[in-house]
């Protein structure tokens, strides 16, 4: 996707103020990034950020999500030092990383353990000496390497598979190893740049509930870039939406799924199950009434359902008090951040101020509703 400004966009922090998402003591803190990469052979310069404020709090799990070209692998470079930024600073654990030299760089990198997307192990190496690597270069000790990595291996599951190289082992396997490979230095922060995309559902569950179970029980903090919107669903605590090279909205998880604002989170969004509207509707949906059109027109309408009056039967009382005929096009039943979360997508005939009336009795009921469009 080409690299295109937003300048006339705010970031959108959705429900959640941006104060309380990102206290002072954030482990990395993101503070007025560009970066713009020189021009080449055919191509002018390209700035893949333009003016990023992010903060990751210690100890949470912090999810990037935009669309391929948006930023994100960019971002994570600049945490880990592989890139620096054109202006402005990236803060890891209280240290400037764009100012350090080649030696403090390294001290760095030994407190961020990185997860790839394709593993990168050394085919010519056990697990148990892939994940020993970044031991045996720092200088460890072989006692002291096989004191820390034993218990490591035990921890992704991987205990009777030590011996066993690359070629034997499954995808998932492999990932636990590079998991395993990343907490052999002991970081603060973990970076996972798609770390599941190369996974079948059922090995990205198990992975993700390891990664869930390394935040809580070692209290890591985890950066995760992902465009795969279950997994942020999964595991996240907060969600930064980046496009063209701008953060345009962020917010807590749950608040990002149950009220998206921005065009480009709800486009991200829209495979979540319960958000999709069916295709022989969506191929007929319009901004507008069609023009010489009834008053009445058939509207589409998303209502979330969340709080206290998440499992109150709305539609039926909707029948019964306003006397409105409602179809249900789709809908789901979820868990977002721990926390219950469901939608209905519905339609029904409404003239502009029925569908206030309908709006503002969901909204007297504590649930949040979206017109989705008006079917031709």
């Given amino acids: 996707m080409s690299i295109f400004a937003l300048d006339a966009l705010p970031v959108l922090d959705t429900a959640t103020p941006a104060a309380s998402l990102a206290p002072a003591d954030g482990l990395v803190r993101i503070e007025d990034v560009s ?181 809580r029980d070692l209290g890591l903090t985890i950066l995760l870039i992902t465009h795969e919107m279950e ?39 829209a495979g979540v199950p319960g958000m999709q509207v069916p295709d022989h509707v969506a191929a007929r949906l319009r901004p507008q009434p069609a023009p010489g059109s009834r008053p009445d027109s058939e509207v589409v309408l998303r209502i979330v359902f969340t709080g206290a009056h998440a499992t109150d039967p709305v539609l039926s009382r909707l029948a019964a008090e306003l006397g409105l005929e409602v179809n249900i096009l789709g809908g789901a039943v979820d868990e977002i951040a721990g926390r219950p979360f469901g939608t209905l997508v519905v339609s029904f005939v409404a003239d502009p101020a029925r569908l206030r009336q309908v709006r503002a009795f969901l909204g007297q009921r504590g649930l949040s509703s979206e017109v989705l469009g008006h079917v031709a």
């Fill in 35 to 215: 970066k713009t990469f020189p021009p080449s052979r055919g191509s002018g310069a390209v700035t893949a950020l333009d003016h990023v404020d992010l903060v990751a709090p210690q100890g949470s799990v912090t999810a990037i999500i935009g669309r391929s070209g948006a930023g994100k692998s960019t971002l994570i470079r600049l945490v880990n030092g592989l890139e620096k930024p054109t202006s402005g600073r990236v803060v890891v654990d209280g240290v400037d990383v764009a100012r350090l030299s080649e030696a403090g760089l390294r001290a760095v990198r030994r407190s961020i353990g990185m997860i790839f997307q394709h593993f990168n192990l050394l085919s010519s190496r056990t697990v148990y000496d892939n994940v020993a690597l970044p031991l045996e270069i720092a200088g460890v000790s072989r006692r002291e390497i096989a004191a820390r990595i034993t218990p490591l291996i035990d921890l992704v599951g991987l205990a009777d598979k030590r011996e066993r190289y690359p070629a034997e082992l499954s995808g998932g396997q492999k990932q636990r190893v590079g998991i395993a490979r990343a907490l052999a230095t002991e970081p603060k922060l973990l970076l996972s740049d798609e770390a599941t995309s190369a996974l079948d559902p059922e090995t990205t569950q198990s992975v993700l509930d390891l990664l869930s179970r390394i935040n």
């Fill in 231 to 269: 997994v942020v669903k999964r595991i996240a605590d907060h969600v930064a939406v980046i496009d063209g090279g701008r953060i345009v909205e962020r917010g807590s998880a749950f608040d990002i799924f149950s009220a998206p604002r921005h065009e480009t989170t709800k486009v991200l969004l």
